[in-house]
């Protein structure tokens, strides 16, 4: 656990619910700014640097609070209107690294977001969000933007991916962009193009373990997004991830029903010996194969 002396604060975590699948209010944007952590900035017990950001919330209302960075590896805290850390999370999953929170606030009351680097020592510029309501029943511009220069059918696919993921499931998803190659050294030229789904809520280690569902939302992805290469699937709260990917083997394999080749990345088991030192760091498999732990 983080260390919070310079902020006089408690280090007590209370107990909080995630919010598995919004009421049907709608969004309201509290937040969204950039920000910049630099020498001069606070600093934690453990040399890390973090800016404060304060919001007003309502008892029983559903908040989302998203952290990215390119510069650093981000970490968020938030703290209730009486100084206690409530939550906290690091990495949204084991491939996405930018932080995530979502959470039912138990009180009324200003407060606080701590935007921090998982590293003592880091700077640089970060974006910062903080969405209350119905966030995952996600805009059209916000889908748009979740995948580089998507067409109208890749976002209509995506919109509809999650419809269907979420339809009688209490599961939240966090939809992300990514690059292919900050996971692979060689990847399909053509399609540079990733999606990060962090499930969390109830259905999570269902849907995780539903291969025919996730190989069904992900062939539909990659065949109407035509830079889009690979889906992974994962969870802040369930370890292991799945990856499903183009395989062009496969395509002289079609199946009478003239499927996509899109298929599960193959299981590559990193030895203890072999699993990167620090946080920051991940194992590089080959295409077609996802670290399994």
Same mark, same amino acid.
């Given at each position: 656990? !983080?260390?919070?002396?310079?902020?006089?604060? =408690?280090?007590? $975590? @209370?107990?909080? &619910?995630?919010?598995? /699948?919004?009421?049907?209010?709608?969004?309201?944007?509290?937040?969204?700014?950039?920000?910049?952590?630099?020498?001069?900035?606070?600093?934690?017990?453990?040399?890390?640097?973090?800016?404060?950001?304060?919001?007003?919330?309502?008892?029983?209302?559903?908040?989302?609070?998203?952290?990215?960075?390119?510069?650093?590896?981000?970490?968020?805290?938030?703290?209730?209107?009486?100084?206690?850390?409530?939550?906290?999370?690091?990495?949204?999953?084991?491939?996405?690294?930018?932080?995530?929170? !979502?959470?039912?606030?138990?009180?009324?009351? =200003?407060?606080? $977001? @701590?935007?921090? &680097?998982?590293?003592? /020592?880091?700077?640089?510029?970060?974006?910062?969000?903080?969405?209350?309501?119905?966030?995952?029943?996600?805009?059209?511009?916000?889908?748009?933007?979740?995948?580089?220069?998507?067409?109208?059918?890749?976002?209509?696919?995506?919109?509809?991916?999650?419809?269907?993921?979420?339809?009688?499931?209490?599961?939240?998803?966090?939809?992300?962009?990514?690059?292919?190659?900050?996971?692979?050294?060689?990847?399909?030229?053509?399609?540079?193009?990733?999606?990060?789904?962090?499930?969390?809520?109830?259905?999570?280690?269902?849907?995780?373990?539903?291969?025919? $569902?996730?190989?069904?939302?992900?062939?539909?992805?990659?065949?109407?997004?035509?830079?889009?290469?690979?889906?992974?699937?994962?969870?802040?709260?369930?370890?292991?991830?799945?990856?499903?990917?183009?395989?062009?083997?496969?395509?002289?394999?079609?199946?009478?029903?003239?499927?996509?080749?899109?298929?599960?990345?193959?299981?590559?088991?990193?030895?203890?010996?072999?699993?990167?030192?620090?946080?920051?760091?991940?194992?590089?498999?080959?295409?077609?194969?996802?670290?399994?732990?």
């Amino acid at each position: 656990m !983080r260390a919070l002396q310079q902020l006089g604060v =408690l280090s007590t $975590v @209370v107990s909080l &619910s995630f919010c598995m /699948g919004w009421s049907a209010a709608k969004a309201e944007t509290l937040l969204n700014t950039q920000g910049t952590l630099t020498t001069g900035d606070a600093v934690l017990d453990d040399g890390s640097l973090y800016d404060q950001h304060t919001f007003s919330g309502n008892s029983g209302e559903q908040v989302t609070i998203s952290l990215e960075s390119q510069a650093f590896d981000p970490y968020l805290i938030l703290l209730d209107p009486d100084g206690n850390r409530i939550s906290e999370n690091d990495d949204i999953s084991h491939s996405n690294r930018n932080s995530q929170l !979502r959470v039912i606030l138990p009180s009324t009351g =200003l407060y606080i $977001v @701590v935007a921090n &680097s998982y590293e003592s /020592g880091k700077n640089g510029d970060y974006k910062i969000r903080i969405d209350v309501g119905d966030y995952q029943s996600s805009t059209p511009e916000a889908i748009a933007a979740s995948i580089p220069n998507s067409s109208t059918l890749c976002n209509s696919t995506l919109e509809g991916t999650l419809d269907r993921l979420k339809a009688d499931r209490d599961v939240g998803i966090l939809v992300s962009a990514l690059r292919l190659n900050t996971l692979y050294e060689e990847i399909i030229s053509a399609r540079p193009n990733g999606l990060n789904m962090a499930f969390s809520g109830p259905a999570t280690e269902s849907l995780l373990t539903s291969p025919q $569902v996730l190989n069904q939302a992900s062939s539909e992805l990659i065949q109407n997004c035509d830079s889009l290469g690979a889906v992974i699937f994962g969870s802040a709260e369930v370890d292991g991830e799945e990856v499903f990917g183009y395989i062009p083997a496969l395509e002289n394999s079609r199946n009478a029903s003239n499927s996509f080749p899109v298929s599960k990345f193959a299981c590559a088991p990193i030895a203890p010996e072999q699993r990167p030192a620090a946080p920051t760091q991940r194992a590089t498999p080959q295409w077609g194969e996802q670290v399994c732990l």
